[in-house]
């Protein structure tokens, strides 16, 4: 069964600071990967989608890359912002479909000013 | 577009009530479905629909029942609430089950109590 796992649990950096964040993966079999933020009491929003085919995908200050053959996936965040305050989460589709979703538990990051 | 939205924003229930979580997309989207957040688990799929009169179970589906009779509305009923249905449930939407760049998009979600 494939498990989604993101390493830390929880992040603190001062403004400015480039950080990664970890997210792996059980299963490589996997269509696409999506990283998602979500601001405390809110819902999802989706940050990136890689398909299985491409290495990364950039998104301003975000890049985010994946590695099928070593079930990981690592989303880059540049010059850290208080606003980028967040958990962060990844989901991989599981199933043999394509929206069917496993989430990490997520990445709890605190940019301090 | 308004995207998806879900109604209540908040619920209190007492066990063995029932009731019905609201979600609807103005995406045209044929695929939606269900999910509950738990502290510690991450977010875990209830149910979900591939289109208009299909509808399949996810991860967790005991307790919930879904329908789908339009494209935009996939309503989430509880039917015998229950204090372990304490959660936070989200709704989310996709242009389809079969297309590889399929990026998902989620609703506020709905957080519910049962005492």
């Known amino acids: 069964k494939q498990e989604v796992t993101q390493i830390p649990a929880a992040l603190s950096v001062p403004e400015g600071e480039n950080l990664v964040l970890n997210c792996s993966f059980t299963?490589?079999?996997?269509?696409?990967l999506q990283w998602f933020r979500q601001d405390p009491g809110k819902g999802l929003t989706s940050l990136l989608l890689?398909?299985?085919?491409?290495r990364e995908q950039t998104s301003g200050r975000l890049n985010a890359s994946l590695d099928k053959s070593s079930g990981r996936s690592t989303l880059y965040i540049a010059a850290s912002q208080p606003g980028d305050s967040a958990t962060y989460l990844c989901?991989?589709?599981?199933?043999?479909?394509?929206?069917?979703?496993?989430f990490g538990t997520g990445t709890l990051l605190a940019v301090q000013p | 577009n308004a995207g998806v939205t879900q109604t209540p924003k908040f619920q209190v229930l007492k066990t063995g009530q029932s009731m019905t979580l609201q979600c609807a997309q103005d995406?045209?989207?044929?695929?939606m479905s269900w999910y509950r957040q738990d502290p510690g688990m991450g977010l875990r799929l209830i149910h979900y629909?591939?289109?208009?009169?299909?509808?399949d179970q996810g991860e967790v589906p005991n307790g919930y029942n879904v329908s789908r009779s339009t494209t935009e509305d996939f309503p989430l009923r509880l039917l015998s609430a229950a204090p372990s249905q304490t959660s936070v449930y989200f709704c989310?939407?996709?242009?389809?089950?079969?297309?590889?760049?399929?990026?998902?998009?989620f609703g506020p979600g709905t957080r519910l109590t049962v005492l």
């Open positions: 989310a939407s996709s242009y389809s089950s079969i297309r590889l760049y399929n990026e998902q998009f």
């Open positions: 299963d490589s079999a996997i269509y696409n």
């Open positions: 890689i398909q299985s085919s491409q």
């Open positions: 989901a991989v589709p599981y199933g043999g479909a394509t929206n069917k979703l496993i």
């Open positions: 995406m045209n989207h044929e695929y």
């Open positions: 629909s591939v289109g208009a009169g299909i509808t």
